[in-house]
């Protein structure tokens, strides 16, 4: 996996502006009802990986939907705002499976999508939504390089996407969540409320100026983000307040918070066991499965998470400082997406 200036080299280069197109002959023209498929594609593929995670299944059908619109976009060589609105839903889709290698510890193939979606955001004359995309792409990218160690990487491609211009107040708020949860990685307290702060101040209500992408993100999300940095900071003391809250936001049963069921039994954080894998996510992982998580192994026991579960926050909340993992063939919660992304999540609980 690429890191230093070979890893951030393409966002680095989407502050120079878009290449001047070369000639070339004349190709089709997506249609917009292909167009159209690809971008509720999207949604789908993520609304499946809020439900599902990042199953083996869903994975290569994400894999293979990237490829197929890599084509498409290949061949597309016109302008106009049909060819504008691939390109900015081929950089949703760089993002979306992106996430999903990274979170199935496909960590070079993840970087290696990420990249694509820079690299086409760099070289056409893209529009200022798409732009916004690729904000949340990089902050993406960012949160995997935090998440791996990474924190020269992480710090330089979060203040790329932060100079975005034009900034949807939302997509500066999502910015600063990935922030925070960088700035816990790295055991910066101070970094950890000044990135909350900034990111409570952008924080919106959400209206028909949000993008889509950044609908999942709320205060109580902020909550579970800081809470969960304090914990990757090695002080449980000061999470359990923001833990606390995030819990009582999320109390009241919905149908996918009922479908998770809790594990009952959870092995102590000193015996290290770990015969399948904790709550993880907020979504559904596939029914009946043992194998365990990809990033069970990871620092604290925790994986990347967009969006904590219930029972993982519950856990914590009480004072434990190191998340572990559950022993059971019941379906798996992650504490990574499920909320309220318009098709990525509205909660587990609310």
Known sequence: MLTGAAATAPALALLLGPMAEASA??????????VGSIERAVRDLREIDDSTGSASGDLAWGVGLWQSASRVVAQARSRGPVTDRLHTAYIELSEQVGWMCFDARQHP???????????????TNTSLTAR??????????AYQAAWLGHHNDAAALLDIAARTPELPSAAAAVIGERRICAAGRRHDPDAVLRFRNDALLHLPSPDEHTPWWA??????????????AWLACDNPSRAVPFLSRRVEAI????????AST?????PTPSTGADTATRPERSSIRPKGSSAPSAHSAWPNGSRPCRRPSPAYESRNATGSAAPTTCSSGQARVHANKVSPRPVRRVVAGG
């Not at 002959?25 to 292909?34: D, H, I, V, Y």
């Not at 193939?109 to 070289?123: D, F, N, P, V």
């Not at 809790?262 to 959870?266: A, M, Q, V």
């Open 215 to 228: 609908t999942w993100l709320t205060t109580d999300s902020l909550d579970a983000a800081t809470g969960r």
């Open 251 to 258: 109390t009241l049963p919905t149908t996918r918070a009922t």
């Open 109 to 123: 193939q993840a970087q290696r999508i990420y990249h694509t979606g820079m690299r086409l955001a760099r070289e």
């Open 132 to 141: 916004h995309s690729t904000a949340n792409l990089v902050a993406s990218a």
């Open 262 to 266: 809790p594990c009952s039994t959870w």
């Open 25 to 34: 002959a004349p190709s089709g023209q997506p249609s917009e009802r292909l």
